[in-house]
């Protein structure tokens, strides 16, 4: 386990347009507000053809190959990630997000795209303090977080 401890921040209230995408979107933001670490909580709506990662195709593959998702119709979307500079300094967001329709309820890393559907709103937890950085994992693939 690696952990480092900070504190709150200022804390963002955000409300995307439609069809603005994410995650660039908040990660634009967080660059431009100089946010480096933090928590993001969304809820709204994620238009058709929003894409999402929802596992690896084989588990013991290595670099794993994402299975990626596409939503068919408007879908509800409740989301929680983490933000983190990467080896640039660059802020990057993890999130997994839940999407409903109907019946169906679908989850997954929005990592390859989502759109915002009139209503996506976000609130960005600005985390000071903290020496934590998302390296590029050479196995992977992944930006996994590194805790000093």
Partial sequence: ?????????????????????????LERLAAEQGVQCGLAIMVGGADEGSRFVVGP???TT?????????????????A?????????GAPVLHMHAAFGRGDETLSGCIREGIVAWHVLEIVLLEITGLAAT??????TGFGLLQCR
């Fill in 1 to 25: 386990m690696q952990y480092s401890e900070g504190n709150v921040g200022r804390v963002f209230a955000i409300r995307l347009e439609h069809g603005e995408p994410m995650p660039e979107s």
């Fill in 57 to 59: 195709e084989d588990g």
């Fill in 62 to 78: 290595l670099p794993p190959v994402p299975m990626v998702n596409a939503l068919a119709g408007v879908h509800e979307v409740a």
């Fill in 80 to 88: 929680v990630g983490t933000l983190f500079p990467d080896e640039t």
């Fill in 134 to 139: 998302r390296l590029r994992d050479p196995a």
